[in-house]
């Protein structure tokens, strides 16, 4: 087995018999103990009572976070005309239609969100194959298929997060950086676990939510006391 590192073996001491705890306990916890070069991620994982190989199952959409993420987000929009002009001084990152189309086809993908007219997706559903696995293909659920591509690309720029469960039952997002305060990665956690709590699908069948866990990008996770996951 290979030896931790000072590092690595000093956090998760600090973890050790940690569980259930509040989110502000957690949070100031997960804090103390990142201590990498760079400024890691609050990273958030819901483990959710649900099979999402069923239609009535899938739990998927976005929030916004009260805080904002800490990133940026690179955008891009499919549009023609006044419509692409509006992205475009929303702050859209890249606009365009089949040249866009094309560039994504030869491998070239500068972007994290991907927002398109409905007029365009006839254009964008060329590219499912590329875009579907990345999570990037626009979606009206989500709001990145719509009209009004100012909203959605001020939306994208300002903290907001999009969720899907996986295979296994779980979601999984960043929250902010390490460096927020306390109290507004606390109001974040709170926020995306409420937006997932709200997403419940009909199908769900028994416990809805199971479990939440926190970590950084380089540490140990800790459990959450459930209800001061979802207190408001």
Same mark, same amino acid.
Do not use: W
């Given at each position: #087995?290979?030896?931790?590192?000072?590092?690595?073996?000093?956090?998760?001491?600090?973890?050790?018999?940690?569980?259930?705890?509040?989110?502000?306990?957690?949070?100031?916890?997960? $804090?103390?103990?990142?201590? !990498?070069?760079?400024?890691?991620?609050?990273?958030? !994982? %819901?483990?959710?009572?649900?099979?999402?190989?069923?239609?009535?199952?899938?739990?998927?959409?976005?929030?916004?976070?009260?805080?904002?993420?800490? $990133?940026?987000?690179?955008?891009?929009? *499919?549009?023609?005309?006044? $419509?692409?002009?509006?992205?475009?001084?929303?702050?859209?990152? /890249?606009?365009?239609?089949?040249?866009? %189309?094309?560039?994504?086809? &030869?491998?070239?993908?500068?972007?994290?969100?991907?927002?398109?007219?409905?007029? #365009? %997706?006839?254009?964008?559903?060329?590219?499912?194959? /590329?875009?579907?696995?990345?999570?990037?293909?626009?979606?009206?659920?989500? @709001?990145?298929?719509?009209?009004?591509?100012?909203?959605?690309?001020?939306?994208?720029?300002?903290?907001?997060?999009?969720?899907?469960?996986?295979?296994? @039952?779980?979601?999984? @997002?960043? /929250?902010?950086?390490? &460096? *927020? &305060?306390?109290?507004?990665?606390?109001?974040?956690?709170?926020?995306?676990?409420? !937006?997932? &709590?709200?997403?419940?699908?009909?199908?769900?069948?028994?416990?809805?939510?199971?479990?939440? =866990?926190?970590?950084?990008?380089?540490?140990?996770?800790? =459990?959450?006391?459930?209800?001061?996951?979802?207190? $408001?």
């Amino acid at each position: #087995m290979a030896k931790l590192g000072k590092r690595t073996a000093a956090a998760r001491a600090a973890f050790e018999g940690k569980d259930n705890l509040s989110v502000e306990e957690a949070v100031k916890l997960i $804090k103390s103990a990142a201590t !990498a070069k760079f400024d890691e991620t609050l990273e958030i !994982a %819901m483990n959710l009572g649900v099979d999402p190989r069923h239609a009535d199952q899938m739990v998927r959409g976005v929030v916004q976070l009260p805080n904002g993420t800490g $990133k940026t987000v690179r955008v891009a929009v *499919f549009a023609r005309g006044a $419509k692409a002009d509006e992205a475009k001084n929303a702050g859209a990152d /890249i606009v365009g239609a089949e040249d866009l %189309m094309e560039t994504i086809q &030869s491998g070239k993908i500068e972007f994290d969100r991907c927002i398109a007219t409905p007029d #365009m %997706m006839p254009l964008v559903g060329r590219l499912g194959k /590329i875009l579907g696995p990345r999570n990037l293909m626009p979606n009206p659920k989500v @709001g990145t298929v719509t009209m009004d591509v100012a909203t959605a690309v001020t939306a994208a720029k300002g903290g907001e997060v999009q969720f899907k469960v996986e295979k296994a @039952g779980v979601i999984h @997002g960043g /929250i902010g950086k390490v &460096s *927020f &305060s306390e109290d507004k990665l606390a109001e974040n956690v709170r926020a995306f676990v409420d !937006a997932v &709590s709200k997403a419940k699908p009909t199908g769900a069948k028994g416990t809805y939510l199971k479990k939440v =866990s926190l970590s950084s990008t380089m540490g140990p996770g800790v =459990s959450l006391d459930l209800a001061s996951a979802t207190a $408001k």
